[in-house]
């Protein structure tokens, strides 16, 4: 599996790190805490040629642009299938629910990940937008978002760009930034009925949202899709029992291990509470039931920690004091003999990179805390959704 | 609450000179006048910039200002004015006036314009600076140029028969010859065969230093030397990087870039060690153990061995968590010092850590608060500016 980047600590350092960030409650190099995202700030609508548009900027400088495109693409016919028409003509019965099934394809959507100083066909590219697409694709909800008729469809191109070097792994950021791009994404309002070819209003006020926001009534009444969301993408990390989300890049490199989870609002449950929405139109209530959190994927990314070069105990260091000096063959046995337990054993303050797999019972925990009721998966798709779309 | 989440600064509703370096309105009105007091009263200095102008770009502003003084009265139009751009940064290639008048300084060069004419031509992205008659350019954003006597931290990112290389920030890498460090054991001894073979034992790949700048090749490289007890590697804390010279922010040259800070809240004595390059060490401070077979014999000799003891070790003492929190806390000073422009120093950083105390202890998680980001990073920046 593609790695993080590869960061050039000294032992010493990790060795605080890691003792640090192993205390309960852990204290991270930036005071933040555990469930503590870095502050950022948000913008959407930025690029005026694009369907839709963000921008996100944290604190420390990095920054991520991303752009989502769309264009009408006509849907290649299937012959290893039997064609919806055909199947029409065959029973009567379906034919009413037949006209207006809603396929999609993943070749609808187009991902690519630019960063900086990487090559685009880098392993650690490819893997972030493989995750990135994967998370969007999981359940196949999104793609039907841009059928529009059974000979046509939108064809999705979402750029992501990192304007920054990568000062820290950049999934979280990257995510973001499309998750509020798809947000703030229209397309233009079809006028053309049944299977003609797409003619689309021109006035770009009355264009849908991709993802139509319970709120505007309006958008409601046309379109009574549910009021899903496009997945979020955490990285969670582990450094003994503590989980730490959010990680910098420093913390990333003394971790024991190191997930993607993608969540995602689960369209099943909320189209079970669109009844009830109506009636309470309140965003009070709303917040109070929370959101319909669903799991869509759980990578594992490799952490950097497992390439790090190990600490030297005072006891084996022949540069460390006393031993500098020792010349008489007395000394140096005693000396090798305490070495080759320094080896085995772990001592204190010396680091040590992680070893083995990481336990089971700290994974399932992790994806727990994120989606747990209340959450922080929870409280991130809230604070998202204070974001002014454009 | 896990994330926040700020809205732009809204810089676009704004005419551009007013929001993207609220001094450049003083900058340009200063000029004019200047301009005009130095045809009257030639030789005035006045250092725009104040403050945050480094140290270093200063050597230029005396020869300015004396070479101002030699210019003939000349009938002044308001066009000679108007034809320096009005906002106050400028980006490499920008014309930046063509009126003979002027001075080129830091940061521009002299491209022909039409007609034999010459311009003023920025090479940096920065902000226009003038010393009476002289325009330079001051950038936004500098790599570390190095100096003799600096002191620096580094990391070592290559390790070489004789020497190591050493990132310091600057354009090029420093070099650490294995002939400028001291040797274990104490005394004072020439280098030998086994040193070289065994040279990842002092410092290897990743390795953080802290050293002074011996000399300087002609390139602008560097050669370091850890030469004395004070310098050596760095155990016990953390690392953090503080973006380069330029912009008002980040490490300035003073008097004591090393010094030890008493912290709050049981976490001791805190060393805090601010490199000219901007790279930052916060550690334990740690008073040197003398072994039991060498209490007794006291002299020069031996306390050099003593201490030379611990100089190549990578292995952490034990440190308490209050500690820990502390080094945090003064970590997150640093931080909020850089985002919100201002000079990291022994003074404000002592004093921003004092005001980070007090804010700890009106905050909600009591003193054990040592999170100084965002909002509260500008709150501690803005109770430093109004003292």
């Known amino acids: 599996m593609a790695s993080s980047q590869h960061v050039l600590l000294s032992p010493a350092e990790l060795a605080y790190l890691h003792a640090s960030l192993s205390l309960t409650p852990p204290i991270r190099p930036d005071g933040r805490s555990p469930t503590q995202f870095r502050p950022l700030v948000a913008e959407t609508g930025i690029l005026p040629g694009t369907n839709g548009s963000a921008r996100i900027c944290f604190a420390d400088g990095t920054e991520a642009i991303v752009g989502v495109k769309a264009e009408v693409e006509r849907t290649r016919t299937r012959h290893d299938f039997p064609s919806l028409d055909e199947s029409a003509e065959d029973d009567d019965d379906l034919d009413d629910n037949q006209n207006d099934v809603v396929k999609g394809d993943n070749d609808w959507v187009e991902m690519t990940v630019e960063i900086p100083g990487y090559r685009d066909d880098d392993a650690g590219t490819v893997f972030l937008s493989a995750m990135l697409s994967e998370a969007l694709l999981a359940d196949g909800e999104f793609t039907k978002r841009l059928w529009i008729n059974q000979r046509f469809h939108w064809k999705l191109y979402l750029d992501i760009l990192l304007i920054s070097p990568p000062l820290s792994y950049p999934l979280p950021l990257l995510s973001l930034t499309t998750h509020l791009a798809l947000l703030a994404a229209r397309l233009p309002r079809l006028k053309s009925e049944g299977d003609e070819d797409p003619l689309f209003d021109d006035d770009w006020a009355a264009a849908p949202y991709l993802y139509p926001r319970p709120s505007e009534k309006g958008s409601k009444a046309t379109a009574p899709a549910p009021a899903a969301r496009p997945p979020v993408t955490l990285l969670v990390m582990a450094v003994g029992n503590n989980i730490i989300f959010d990680p910098s890049k420093e913390e990333l490199a003394v971790a024991d291990v190191a997930l993607a989870v993608s969540v995602g609002e689960s369209s099943s449950s909320t189209t079970s509470t669109t009844s009830s929405k109506p009636t309470a139109m309140d965003i009070d209530t709303e917040e109070t039931k929370g959101h319909n959190l669903r799991l869509l994927s759980v990578r594992t990314i490799d952490p950097p920690s497992r390439l790090t070069p ?7 260091n022949s540069a460390y004091g006393a031993n500098a000096g020792a010349k008489d063959t007395e000394k140096k046995k005693q000396q090798q003999e305490q070495a080759r337990t320094a080896e085995s054993e772990a001592v204190e303050g010396v680091w040590k990179a992680p070893r083995g797999g990481a336990k089971t019972l700290v994974m399932a925990t992790m994806v727990q805390k994120v989606l747990e009721k209340g959450g922080v998966a929870d409280e991130v798709l809230d604070a998202l959704d204070g974001v002014d779309l454009n | 609450m896990p994330i926040t989440i700020l809205p732009p600064k ?191 034992t002092f410092f290897a790949e990743g390795d953080l230093v802290v050293a002074e700048v011996q000399q300087l090749f002609q390139d602008g490289g560097a050669v370091l030397h850890t030469r004395s007890l004070k310098y050596g590697k760095l155990r016990n804390g953390v690392f953090m990087a503080v973006s380069g010279t330029g912009g008002g922010g980040g490490v300035v040259r003073s008097r004591r870039q090393v010094w030890t800070l008493e912290s709050a809240n049981n976490g001791g004595p805190i ?117």
């Open chain 2, 10 to 200: 809204a810089f676009r509703d704004q005419p551009p000179r007013h929001s993207l370096n609220h001094d450049s309105d003083d900058v340009m009105s200063d000029a004019t006048s200047d301009s005009e007091d130095s045809d009257s009263q030639p030789g005035g200095v006045s250092l725009d910039g104040g403050a945050t102008i480094h140290p270093r770009k200063r050597h230029r502003s005396g020869a300015g200002a004396a070479a101002s003084s030699t210019f003939t009265k000349r009938p002044k139009t308001n066009a000679a004015i108007n034809s320096i751009p009005r906002s106050a940064i400028v980006t490499p290639g920008e014309r930046i006036t063509t009126d003979p008048q002027w001075m080129r300084g830091h940061g521009t060069y002299l491209s022909s314009a039409s007609l034999g004419e010459q311009a003023i031509t920025s090479s940096l992205a920065g902000i226009v600076t003038r010393t009476n008659k002289l325009l330079s350019v001051r950038p936004l954003r500098a790599r570390y140029t190095p100096e003799v006597g600096d002191l620096v931290v580094g990391r070592i990112v290559e390790v070489q028969a004789k020497r190591w290389r050493v990132d310091v920030g600057s354009t090029q890498l420093a070099a650490l010859p294995l002939s400028a460090i001291n040797l274990p054991g104490g005394i004072l001894r020439k280098r030998t065969e086994t040193d070289e073979l065994q040279i990842r």
């Open chain 2, 271 to 387: 060393d805090v060690i601010l490199g000219v390059n901007g790279y930052v060490w916060i550690s334990k401070h740690v008073e040197p153990v003398v072994p039991e077979e060498a209490k007794g014999q006291t002299g020069i000799t031996n306390l050099e061995e003593v201490v030379s003891a611990t100089m190549y070790s990578s292995q952490n003492d034990r440190i308490e968590p209050e500690t820990m929190r502390e080094i945090a806390r003064i970590r997150g000073v640093v931080t909020a010092l850089v985002e919100n422009g201002l000079r990291v120093d022994e003074d404000m950083v002592t004093k921003g850590y004092n005001e980070a105390v007090e804010l700890a202890l009106v905050s909600a998680d009591g003193p054990e608060d040592v999170y100084l980001g965002g909002e509260r990073g500008e709150q501690l920046a803005a109770a430093l500016t109004a003292v």
């Open chain 1, 310 to 316: 190990p600490g030297i105990p005072n006891a084996s």
